[in-house]
């Protein structure tokens, strides 16, 4: 698999993100969004940002290694998030289990509501196998 991280001068400078990751020679994974619950289906970090993105975090690791990968393989987050403000909070959870010299492409969306009231992050993910 061949993997690049490109930030185009012609783009303002990334910031924690990549602007264009190019990928070929993979097997393309998606991960639905994930939510800070447990395996139990209990919210885990009422109230608490941090503590729901990393539950969310290790979520999204569960579901790499169901079909053999990890975080390097991330390509693309999308965040759904109730508060913007907070993406610092995001961030640095996500750079626990990132490259974060070459950090994946993201977005990040503020939204009014999630599915569940007490839900203020939703995570998506694609990633890239080598074949």
Do not use: W
Not at 26 to 54: P, R, W
């Amino acid at each position: 698999m061949s993997t690049r991280f490109i930030n185009p001068p012609e783009i303002a400078p990334a910031n924690g993100y990549t602007h264009v990751v190019e990928v070929s020679n993979s097997k393309m994974i998606f991960i639905s969004g994930q939510i800070a619950f447990d395996t139990a289906g209990h919210l885990v970090g009422k109230d608490n940002l941090l503590e729901q993105t990393q539950q969310i975090f290790e979520n999204i690791n569960a579901a790499l290694e169901a079909v053999g990968a990890d975080f390097s393989h991330v390509v693309k987050f999308t965040y759904f998030m109730l508060d913007i403000s907070q993406i610092a909070v995001v961030r640095s959870v996500r750079d626990k289990y990132v490259n974060t010299a070459q950090p994946p492409a993201s977005s990040a969306v503020e939204v009014r509501k999630l599915f569940r009231d007490e839900l203020l992050i939703e995570v998506e993910v694609i990633a890239a196998v080598p074949l």
